[in-house]
C-alpha cells in the first residue's frame, strides 16, 4: 500500500486524498439536541462521520443514534424520485413520476375535496420531524383546512398543557442552583445523553437526587439517593401522598401559597386520601419511601422537576398526573424561583434559546377564521382549547366514521402509522381514504399506502436555521448533494403552494424568507451571515431570570396565580373534567383475571429511536431483535428463559417476541420498545384508551397476558 492509498485508508482529510471535513448536524432526535457532525466527504459521499469538537452544545460527542446517520442516510430503502401508487394499497407497488406530474396531481386531488367536502376534509400531518412544521402548517391554513397536527398529539404537548393550565407558561427545571431534583420518569442516559452529562456534573457538586420510575435504570442506579418504582401510570396518586406528608407535617411554603397559588385549601383536602392506608396498594411504593421522599424535600428546599414529554402522559391519566407532579413544586414555594422551576419560552420549533422571536406571527397569522373546528376538538375540548390544533388520535376514528364531518385526504410528511394505538385501525382508515400523500427518506410500511409517495431528503443534504439555547443560532449548508431528485420539506411545502396558488404571499416566498423576515431581522443578522459561520453563534443576549418577577407581575393564567385548581377548566363544567389534578386508576378495562400483567411501551432503548432505525445494520445489532423485559420471577412462573419466545396478548391482538428476563422491572409489568414492523406495539393497543384532557394514548398502561409461545 502506498502512503496515498495509507491516508485514503485512514481517511485522512487533505487534497491529496481527496477526503474534506464540513460540518453539518444530526437531526435524527429532538431539536433541543441537534449534535454538530464533522462529515468526511470524498466524491461526493459521506464517507465517515464524528462529533465536531468545540461545538457549543455537544462538543464533540455523538450518541449511539447520532453515530448512525452515515448508514441512515444511505439507508437502501431511501426513495429517489416521486412515485405513484399502481398496486393495491400497501402493497408497495409503484411507477417513478416527475416532481411536475406529483405536483399536479396533488393539486387536482386536494382541491377536488376542498370542492366537495370543504377544505377541513383534507388533513395536513406531521410525524417527529420538527424543522419544517411552521411551513406546514401555514400550507394548511392557506388551503383553508383548520387541521394542521403532527405526532406532538402523543409527545409534549400534555406537558405543555399542564403548564399552561397551571402557570400560562413553559417551566424549566434551574438545576444548577438546586439543592435537589426530582427526577420523576427521568433516564436520560438513554434518551438525551447531554441530560445525563449534565446530571452527573451536578451530582458530584451535591445535588441529590430523588428519581421515580418503573424501572431501574442507569439513573437509578448512579445518580438516585432516594429510589421510588410505582406501578405504570399511577405517579398522580403517589404525588398526592407525597404532598400529603408534607402538607400534615407543615413542610410547605404557606406565604407563597397564600400570595401566589390557586386553590390549595381544595387540593389539601383531596390529597388526604392518599396515605399509609391505600398508597402502597395504589402505586406499589411502600409509605415509608413517601414519607423519605417528603422528609427530603423537606430537608432541601430548592428543588426542580424533570420535564417529561413521554411517559408521565402516556397513559389516560397522564395529564392530570403530570399535573399532579407540578402541584409539589407550587405547595413548596419552588416555581418561578432559583433552585426550582423557572418560566422559559419557546424560542423557535420547541427550543427554548433565551431570546424571543416571532415565529408566532408566522404560525398564526393566516389561520383561517371561518373554518371548522380541528379534528378532536370535541371529543377533547380542552386539547381545543389549550392547542387549537387537531388532536391527531381522533384522526382515524373520523376517518372511518365521517363525523363530525368527513376527512378524506392526508397530505402528510413522515406519517407513520405505526405510532397511532391500534395501528391496524390507523392502517383501515388510511385505506379509506381517497387520497393519501406521504413524504419521507424512506420507502416505509406507512408510504406504502399512499397515493403518491415523495422524496425528502436528509439534514445532510439541506441547510437549516438551528437556535440552540443560550442565544445562539447556527444555518447549515448542504455536506453532499441531494440523493436522487430528494427535495426538502420546505420545498416541497412551498413549491405546493405555488403550484396551487394559494392565497399566502408569505409561504409562496420560501423558508428563507421566514427566517429572516420573523426570525434574524429582529436581531440583525442574515442568513447569508449565519450560513458562512461554521459553528453555531451568539445572536442574542439572553433574558436572565430574576427571582419571582413572573409571580409578582402575575402569571397569565385566569387568576394570575400558580392554578392548583384549573380556572379554565371550572369555568367550562360542560367539558365533565375535573378542575383540580384528580387520580384515577391507569388501566383500561379489560378483566384482570384473563389479563394480569400490564403491557408498557416505548421506554427508550439506547441504540434506537422510534421507527427510524430499525433497519440501520449497526443499530440493529446492538439489538438484533424485538424483545420484551419481564421481571425474573414472572419468567420462571411462566416457564421461559433468555431469548425464548413468548406471546403477549391484549383484548386487541397478540404479538409474539423474544423475553429477556431481568429484575429492572417489577413483577406484573411487560416492557417492548416500539416501532418494529416485525413487532408492532401500537397494533395490540385499544385506539381509545386516550387520555380526555390530552387526547394522549396510553401506550404504557394496558392490561395483558402473557405465554410461552
Ligand atoms: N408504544 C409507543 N409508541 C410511541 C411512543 C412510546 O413511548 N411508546 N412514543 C411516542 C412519541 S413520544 C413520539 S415523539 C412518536 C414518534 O413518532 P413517529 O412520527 O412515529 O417517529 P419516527 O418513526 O421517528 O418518524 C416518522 C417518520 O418520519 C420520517 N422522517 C425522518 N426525517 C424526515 C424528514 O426530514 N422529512 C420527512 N418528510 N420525513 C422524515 C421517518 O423516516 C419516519 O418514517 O412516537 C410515539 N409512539
Ligand atoms: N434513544 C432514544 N432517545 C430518545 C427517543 C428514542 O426513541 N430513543 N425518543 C425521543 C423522544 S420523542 C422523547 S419524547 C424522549 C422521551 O424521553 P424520556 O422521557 O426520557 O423517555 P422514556 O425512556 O420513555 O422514559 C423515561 C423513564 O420513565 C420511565 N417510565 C415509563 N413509564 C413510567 C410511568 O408510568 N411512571 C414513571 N414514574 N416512570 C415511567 C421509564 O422506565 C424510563 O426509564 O426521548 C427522546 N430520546
Ligand atoms: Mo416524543
Avoid at 421515580?212 to 442506579?221: F, G, I
Avoid at 415565529?359 to 398564526?364: A, G, I, P, Q, V
Wanted: include cysteine.
Amino acid at each position: 500500500m502506498t502512503e496515498l492509498e495509507r491516508r485514503i485508508k485512514a481517511k485522512i482529510p487533505g487534497e491529496d486524498t481527496g477526503i474534506e471535513v464540513r460540518h453539518t448536524m444530526c437531526d435524527i432526535c429532538s431539536p433541543g439536541m441537534h449534535c454538530g457532525i464533522n462529515a468526511y466527504i470524498k466524491d461526493g459521499k459521506v464517507i465517515k462521520i464524528e462529533g465536531i469538537d468545540g461545538h457549543p452544545v455537544s462538543d464533540g460527542r455523538l450518541c449511539t443514534k447520532g453515530m448512525a446517520n452515515r448508514e441512515y442516510i444511505y439507508r437502501e430503502d431511501r426513495i429517489k424520485t416521486p412515485l405513484r401508487r399502481i398496486g393495491k394499497r400497501g402493497e408497495g407497488k409503484f411507477e417513478p413520476i416527475s416532481w411536475d406530474e406529483a405536483y399536479a396531481e396533488i393539486a387536482k386531488q386536494l382541491n377536488a375535496r376542498k370542492e366537495t367536502y370543504g377544505p377541513e376534509s383534507v388533513a395536513f400531518y406531521s410525524g417527529y420531524s420538527k424543522w419544517y412544521r411552521q411551513t406546514l402548517r401555514r400550507l394548511a391554513y392557506a388551503f383553508g383546512s383548520p387541521n394542521y397536527g403532527c405526532e406532538s398529539s402523543a409527545c409534549y404537548t400534555a406537558a405543555f398543557m399542564a403548564w399552561k393550565m397551571a402557570a400560562g407558561e413553559q417551566g424549566d427545571p434551574d438545576m444548577e442552583n438546586s439543592d435537589l431534583f426530582l427526577g420523576w420518569a427521568f433516564n436520560p442516559f438513554y434518551s438525551r445523553y447531554m441530560g445525563a452529562k449534565h446530571a452527573m456534573e451536578l451530582k458530584e457538586k451535591g445535588l441529590k437526587f430523588i428519581i421515580v420510575d418503573t424501572r431501574r435504570t442507569p439513573t437509578s442506579e448512579k445518580l438516585a439517593d432516594l429510589f421510588l418504582q410505582p406501578k405504570s401510570g399511577t405517579d398522580g396518586a403517589l404525588a398526592h401522598a407525597i404532598a400529603n406528608v408534607l402538607i400534615e407535617n407543615g413542610w410547605i411554603d404557606k406565604p407563597y401559597i397564600d400570595k401566589y397559588v390557586y386553590g390549595f385549601e381544595e387540593y389539601a383536602e383531596y390529597v388526604k386520601q392518599f396515605n399509609e392506608t391505600n398508597v402502597e396498594e395504589l402505586t406499589g411504593v411502600p409509605y415509608e419511601l413517601v414519607v423519605k421522599a417528603a422528609q427530603m424535600i423537606h430537608e432541601n428546599p430548592k428543588m426542580s422537576c424533570n420535564e417529561s414529554s413521554a411517559p408521565l402522559c402516556h397513559h389516560r391519566n397522564g395529564l392530570q398526573n403530570y399535573r399532579s407532579v407540578m402541584a409539589l413544586l407550587a405547595i413548596t414555594g419552588n416555581f418561578d424561583r432559583t433552585g426550582g422551576q423557572i418560566l422559559n419560552p419557546h424560542t423557535f420549533m420547541h427550543v427554548a434559546c433565551g431570546f424571543e422571536t416571532r415565529e408566532h406571527d408566522y404560525l398564526y397569522e393566516n389561520r383561517p377564521k371561518e373554518a371548522k373546528e380541528p379534528v378532536g376538538a370535541e371529543r377533547f375540548p380542552l386539547w381545543n382549547y389549550l392547542e387549537g390544533e387537531m388532536q391527531a388520535m381522533d384522526m382515524p376514528r373520523q376517518i372511518l366514521e365521517g363525523k363530525p364531518y368527513p376527512l378524506r385526504a392526508i397530505f402528510a410528511l413522515g406519517l407513520n402509522g405505526r405510532m397511532f394505538p391500534d395501528s391496524g385501525r390507523m392502517f383501515k382508515a388510511l385505506e379509506s381514504l381517497d387520497f393519501f400523500v406521504d413524504t419521507d427518506l424512506f420507502l416505509t410500511d406507512t408510504a406504502k399506502w399512499a397515493d403518491i409517495v415523495l422524496p425528502a431528503c436528509s439534514s445532510f443534504e439541506r441547510g437549516e436555521f438551528k437556535p440552540y439555547h443560550g442565544g445562539l443560532a447556527w444555518y447549515t449548508s448542504p455536506v453532499i448533494e441531494r440523493i436522487g431528485e430528494a427535495k426538502s420539506d420546505v420545498e416541497i411545502c412551498t413549491e405546493l403552494a405555488r403550484v396551487m396558488d394559494l392565497p399566502d404571499e408569505v409561504l409562496k416566498k420560501g423558508y428563507e424568507y421566514f427566517i429572516q423576515h420573523y426570525i434574524l431581522d429582529d436581531f440583525h443578522v442574515t442568513v447569508d451571515e449565519l450560513k458562512k459561520v461554521e459553528l453555531p453563534v451568539k445572536i442574542a443576549e439572553v433574558t436572565h431570570h430574576k427571582d419571582m418577577e413572573m409571580l409578582e407581575k402575575g402569571l397569565p393564567t385566569l387568576t394570575g396565580k400558580f392554578e392548583l385548581k384549573s380556572a379554565i377548566i371550572e369555568r367550562h363544567p360542560e367539558w365533565g373534567l375535573d378542575p383540580l389534578p384528580t387520580y384515577r386508576q391507569p388501566l383500561n378495562d379489560a378483566d384482570p383475571e384473563k389479563y394480569p400483567f400490564v403491557f408498557t411501551s416505548g421506554s427508550r432503548i439506547p441504540g434506537a429511536i422510534h421507527s427510524r432505525l430499525h433497519k440501520v445494520p449497526r443499530n440493529r445489532s446492538l439489538r438484533p431483535d424485538p424483545m420484551a423485559d419481564m421481571n425474573l420471577g414472572d419468567c420462571e412462573k411462566l416457564g421461559v428463559k433468555e431469548g425464548d419466545l413468548i406471546t403477549i396478548s391484549t383484548e386487541k391482538g397478540s404479538l409474539t417476541v423474544k423475553v429477556h428476563p431481568t429484575l429492572t422491572v417489577q413483577e406484573g409489568l411487560v416492557n417492548l420498545f416500539h416501532g418494529y414492523s416485525e413487532a408492532d406495539a401500537e397494533s395490540i393497543m385499544d385506539g381509545d384508551h386516550l387520555d380526555p384532557y390530552s387526547g394522549f394514548p396510553a401506550y404504557r398502561s394496558t392490561r395483558c397476558a402473557v405465554k410461552k409461545a
